[in-house]
């Protein structure tokens, strides 16, 4: 009850937030304050007639070795969390405190990634977290914006976005739109998502504590496999629980920066920060440089910046004195150059050399015709040569797709071998723990096996594991000779 007590004038002045990460970082931030003072109960912080002044001036020394963006973060939380409280010091001891912070730029370098670079990381990806990363990267969203899509929030047809306002930083609702490729491989991860989902369903505390807030609670008796889900006090089904599921990507931003990081190490790309200020330096290409990706190639092919604003949300940049942008206009712009955003296919550009050729040899036959009909035969020479060229156009474009699609169903297809995989590594290891001894493990099988033989009933856990055990032994037996002993190998005699 004493950590309770002394952490309800924190968790109080945390109500005023609605992120849950503001919420971690400004928790983070104010029990750092209390241990640099030197204070054991912040509850009665407030009670004792304190010098306020020297205690932020303390806490303030103690910042000097973090970066300057850092530093202005803490002090603007203990600022707000002491002004909650009725504790407003004069602005001329704020303005000092700030004007000691050496430095206004963040100490990590303002990098991205290269369309080049991108496509060397984005190889190494499953369909998940390619559908993931080719969509952040070419719509400009936030990650936490982007985990926070639902299936109505997306138009996968006309490949636009709405992002409603509860979910921006902002607060206001944005429109923005994403890639053909992008298109492509959203497809394909929707066609296995409730798949993945089931999988996740028991197995994340993540999901389980999601589902939570929503009313729906999802636990397991101590001592049994099966898990009971309930809404509102009555039984729902499996299939009526991933339906209430709606997020498009259902995992967490920790997980996607996890997945990101791993692709990160599997490129070559993960180079890190350097400074020394930095106590964990992160990796120079993290999620957010896609973001910076998406802003500056289209500042490279001449996008204005009300545009640009537009889509990635920063509506902090306008002045009041811009002219309002419609969807049909940020669409029709979008179009015109998301080329730029590419990152597997450039098939675009020879598909454009090939069309301007096309126009210039219409214009051309068109002068000829009426110079002279002595031309006639040129003419005819020329479309036919046309002709050639665009069959030659269209063969090569289709050749191109379908070895692109190839390639995703081999990765999908691996993705699947994989996942198979490592599914059974998981089934053995439990099987093990069950059955620890060679005796437990043969017992096991004479009885799981007798019973499947005479037909007697069984339970869906046995008959799951009797099929375990059964593709096991088949798989031994196949590879068994100038192998070694294996702990499968008792069960094969009895067989």
């Not at 952040?136 to 929030?153: N, V």
């Not at 997020?247 to 020394?276: H, Q, Y």
């Not at 675009?348 to 096309?358: A, D, F, G, L």
């Not at 069984?458 to 008959?463: C, D, F, G, S, Y």
Request: charged share 35%.
């Amino acid at each position: 009850m004493e950590n309770q007590k002394e952490s309800e004038v924190i968790e109080s002045f945390l109500l005023n937030f609605e992120s849950d990460s503001t919420r971690r970082s400004y928790r983070c931030h104010i029990k750092n304050y209390f241990n640099t003072i030197g204070v054991d109960e912040p509850e009665t912080y407030f009670n004792n007639g304190r010098n306020y002044e020297v205690d932020v001036k303390k806490f303030a020394q103690s910042l000097q070795a973090k970066p300057p963006l850092s530093q202005k973060t803490m002090i603007a939380c203990i600022r707000t969390f002491l002004s909650e409280n009725n504790v407003d010091l004069k602005n001329k001891t704020w303005r000092n405190i700030n004007h000691r912070i050496k430095g206004r730029r963040p100490v990590t370098d303002n990098v991205r990634p290269t369309n080049t670079q991108l496509k060397q990381i984005l190889q190494h990806s499953d369909i998940k977290s390619k559908a993931l990363f080719l969509t952040i990267s070419s719509s400009g969203m936030r990650i936490g914006e982007t985990l926070k899509l639902t299936l109505d929030d997306i138009d996968i047809e006309n490949r636009t976005i709405t992002i409603p306002g509860k979910h921006t930083k902002t607060g206001e609702k944005c429109i923005t739109f994403f890639t053909k490729e992008a298109k492509d491989a959203l497809l394909e991860w929707l066609k296995i998502r409730k798949t993945f989902l089931k999988r996740s369903l028991y197995k994340s505390k993540y999901v389980r504590k999601m589902f939570e807030k929503q009313g729906i609670i999802i636990n397991r008796n101590k001592g049994e496999d099966k898990w009971h889900i309930t809404k509102d006090g009555k039984p729902i089904t499996n299939r009526a629980l991933i339906k209430e599921d709606k997020r498009i990507f259902p995992f967490s931003e920790v997980n996607a920066t996890g997945m990101w990081n791993l692709l990160l190490e599997k490129s070559g790309c993960n180079e890190k920060e350097t400074d020394k200020r930095l106590k964990y330096p992160r990796y120079k290409f993290h999620i957010h440089t896609l973001r910076k990706y998406f802003i500056s190639n289209m500042e490279n092919v001449g996008v204005p910046e009300s545009y640009i604003n537009k889509y990635v949300n920063h509506v902090e940049r306008y002045n009041g004195a811009y002219t309002p942008v419609t969807i049909q206009e940020l669409r029709k712009k979008y179009d015109e150059h998301c080329n730029c955003l590419t990152v597997f296919s450039e098939t675009y550009k020879v598909h454009k050399e090939i069309k301007s050729k096309i126009i210039e040899q219409d214009t051309a036959i068109s002068s000829l015709t009426c110079k002279n009909k002595e031309y006639e035969d040129l003419i005819q020479h020329l479309k036919k040569q046309n002709e050639r060229l665009e069959s030659v156009s269209n063969h090569q474009f289709d050749r191109i797709r379908m070895l692109e699609y190839r390639i995703e169903d081999m990765s999908y297809q691996r993705a699947l071998i994989q996942d198979q995989d490592a599914m059974g590594e998981r089934e053995e290891k439990e099987y093990l723990k069950k059955f620890p001894t060679a005796k437990e493990r043969k017992k096991d099988w004479d009885k799981i096996y007798n019973s499947m033989k005479t037909g007697k009933d069984m339970t869906e856990e046995e008959k799951s594991r009797y099929w375990f055990l059964n593709d096991r032994i088949y798989q031994r037996l196949k590879n068994k000779e100038g192998t070694e002993k294996h702990w499968i190998d008792g069960l094969i005699t009895s067989s």
